[in-house]
């Protein structure tokens, strides 16, 4: 089973007392998930839909002859 995780940019936002709260890395929650469902591979999109990246292992391609 493959999940696909879009990924698109954010900005870090400023709380009423003054700090700030960074939004969690994206590219963690995808580990995270790969991690959760037993190394599927997640594919991350730019936000072009272009693969960026993988996670997880990738289906290893075999060629019979």
Do not use: K, Y
């Not at 590219?27 to 999109?45: K, R, V």
């Not at 990738?58 to 019979?64: C, N, S, W």
């Amino acid at each position: 089973m493959a999940i696909t995780v879009t990924i698109a940019p954010c900005r870090a936002d400023r709380l009423p007392n003054g700090r700030m709260r960074l939004p969690i890395q994206l590219i963690e929650i995808a580990q995270a998930m790969s991690d959760d469902c037993d190394g599927d591979p997640i594919h991350i999109l730019d936000s072009d839909g272009q693969e960026a990246a993988v996670i997880g292992r990738r289906d290893v391609e075999i060629e019979l002859f």
